[in-house]
């Protein structure tokens, strides 16, 4: 099995839309041009290209790229609407940046989250005639999602509608301009001393869940839940240990939609009789026979509007469903397989920042002879090196200066700089490893940082440890907590548009819902609680000038606070222990406790990665390790 979860793991997609896009024959405006001609055909005044795939996954494998190769914009969010005369590309503040320089002139960005951009449903009724026509393709398109596009155009009283068009448009066009092929990896058992938790007790939960909700079935289209409640890992998605999947859960059967070729003898038994396999291409016909002829139906809310349709509307439930909850909700076997992989992963980071330290101090000029590419490249390395690690959990974000405004900023190994001694470096990167999944930002300077940038950094740090020191009441949701990490800032004027934390998977995704810490309405939907795992990740950027985040994993605990309030509290404890650069502190704009808190966080550092760097024989690293960190000089 261990042999078997290499092979499934080890080597994911890695060709993107956007590099598929650079080898394209066509041009942004041909494709545009190819586009309309058959909208046109298709009598649709509008076509919707969203982001994601059948399964709603962040994470795209190649051939589900459509949106990046549409428009050239590779951010992971977005959603492009092309009229015949207009192409409009939404994406959120992460993303204004990277979209501005990736696209051309076909195209306009729409700025989601400001209060002068409509959004989609309403800019749909701003474009489209009366009468007029918007399709999509009904499995890439939430259910929830759909309907709300439909009761806006409705409501206009317009004669305006979305339709379903079945065959995807995007594609038509992207068959006949070498669109890659799918890959599909060999799906690997997650054993128990990684998932803590069999099969049949998630079932049992699963099932317990459905009664209490009235439901006799459960129908599971995300990918990271499929994989979660069968303990089984893939590499059909770059970054995520996932495959293609569609499962349904009745009181009677469990099935599992997959393509019968990933699935290895070992798989079969690990199943066993409690779980039927199905072809994954014969979902959509097969499903609707497998559902009970009574009984509500469950449906997460990412389940596609193709999916939901398969059912009469009366008979479904649309609502988180109980995995993503079960599975936000780390066991003890999970948690501390996220601590044991945190501690390997820092052991790579002590290593690579030693080393890009040694470059700068060997270098003549202001200027190293490495890239951001090619650094990025040796901190994955070294990550290799570490025991049972599987993949990169995200394409590294390595911003030299300039580049680290731009939020998920993606160097390209023709066009990225050099790394230089004179600018800020921002490197944010993670990992999958068998025992838990990483991910890590830290903000340094390899010269002498100046002091507006030794400003901006400490506001961001006292958010940071401002967020993490802070004990909670039960019950309080991430997005009653996010103004706890900009304060600082606030209180300076600035501020950072993304939110401040995310959830993590457990060698599954690096972004995993449903909670998160942030000022968006959804991240108050549903409360921390404890064996949740998220980041600590404020931030600071200056278009054209330095980017500034300062990322932790950090895992919520119970914890015990004096006082007469008689409710539990909780807190963050951080799962990250890598050090922080102390020549970015301008300590005067620290507290005493604001002290204390980073003198102990360092001091854990090196009691918990020192070790392993000693059993490494990485004699080098460990001193490193030990000269940074040191308790802060107070000035």
């Known amino acids: ?42 009598n649709l005044d509008a076509y919707i290209v969203p982001s994601e795939d059948a399964h709603q996954s962040e994470y795209l494998a190649a051939p589900d790229d459509r949106r990046a190769y549409i428009s050239g914009f590779t951010g992971s969010a977005g959603c492009a609407i092309v009229s015949h005369n207009a192409a409009a590309m939404f994406t959120d503040g992460r993303y204004y940046a990277q979209a501005l320089k990736e696209m051309d002139a076909s195209w306009t960005l729409m700025r989601t989250g400001d209060r002068t951009t409509p959004t989609q ?119 995520n240990p996932v495959f293609f999947a569609y499962a349904v859960v009745s009181q009677a059967e469990a099935v599992l939609y997959v393509h019968p070729e990933q699935v290895s003898p070992d798989v079969s ?51 988180e469903t109980c995995i993503t909850h079960q599975k936000a909700v780390k066991n003890e076997i999970e948690l501390q397989g996220i601590r044991n992989c945190h501690i390997r992963d820092a052991a790579a980071l002590c290593e690579f920042f030693l080393w890009l330290e040694q470059q700068a101090a060997e270098a003549n000029g202001p200027e190293l002879q490495h ?106 949701t991430g997005l009653a907590l996010d103004a706890l990490a900009r304060q600082a800032l606030w209180e300076h004027g600035l501020d950072y548009r993304h939110g401040t934390g995310h959830g993590v998977g457990a060698f599954l995704n690096v972004h995993e819902g449903p909670i998160g810490i942030s000022f968006r309405p959804s991240a108050g939907r549903f409360p921390l609680l404890a064996g949740m795992v998220v980041t600590d990740e404020p931030g600071y950027y200056e278009d054209e000038k330095f980017g500034i985040r300062i990322e932790n994993v950090v895992e919520v605990k119970r914890a015990t606070v004096k006082g007469n309030f008689d409710g539990q509290f909780l807190a963050f404890e951080a799962m990250t222990f890598f050090p922080i650069q102390a020549k970015l502190i301008d300590t005067a704009l620290l507290s005493p406790a604001e002290v204390q808190w980073l003198d102990h966080y360092h001091s854990q550092c090196l009691q918990k990665v020192g070790p392993v760097l000693a059993q490494q024989g990485r004699t080098s690293a460990l001193a490193w390790l030990e000269a940074n960190t040191k308790p802060l000089r107070v000035m």
Not at 4 to 11: G, H, I, L, R, W
Request: aromatic residues 6%.
């Open 1 to 42: 099995a261990a042999a078997a979860a290499a092979a499934a793991t080890t080597q994911p997609q890695t060709t993107t839309a956007a590099a598929a896009s650079s080898r394209s024959a066509m041009t942004s405006t041909a494709r545009l041009s190819a586009l309309r001609t058959l909208m046109k055909n298709a």
């Open 121 to 239: 449903d309403v800019y749909l009724k701003q474009i489209l005639p009366a009468g007029g026509r918007a399709g999509i393709d009904p499995k890439l398109i939430a259910y929830p999602a759909f309907e709300a596009i439909a009761a806006t155009l409705k409501k206009a009283g317009q004669g305006q509608e979305i339709v379903p068009v079945l065959d995807n448009l995007v594609d038509a066009v992207w068959n006949s301009d070498g669109k890659p092929l799918a890959t599909r990896a060999p799906i690997a058992v997650h054993p128990p001393q990684y998932a803590g938790q069999s099969v049949d007790s998630k079932l049992a939960e699963v099932r317990k869940a459905m009664a209490a909700r009235g439901c006799s079935s459960l129908v599971v289209s995300a990918l990271d839940e499929v994989a979660w409640l069968f303990n089984l890992r893939g590499g059909d998605i770059p970054f």
């Open 269 to 319: 038994a690990h199943l066993g009789r409690g779980v039927q396999l199905r072809p994954y291409d014969e979902f959509f016909t097969d499903v609707p026979t497998r559902v009970p002829a009574e009984g509500d139906i469950w449906i997460g809310p990412k389940c596609s509007y193709a999916l939901a349709a398969l059912f009469p509307k009366e008979r479904l439930v649309e609502h």
């Open 371 to 476: 890239t951001e590419v090619t650094v990025a490249d040796k901190l994955e390395a070294l990550r290799r090196e570490q025991s049972d690690f599987v993949s990169l959990s995200f394409d590294t974000i390595s911003g030299m200066g300039p580049n680290g405004a731009i939020i998920h900023y993606h160097a390209k190994r023709e066009s990225c700089s050099r790394i230089r001694k004179d600018q800020l470096y921002l490197c944010d990167s993670g990992a999958q490893y068998r025992d838990g999944t990483t991910d890590v930002t830290r903000t340094v300077h390899l010269g002498q940082p100046t002091l507006y940038e030794k400003r901006c950094f400490t506001l961001v740090l006292k958010g940071h440890i401002n967020l993490c020191r802070t004990p909670f009441v039960e019950g309080t």
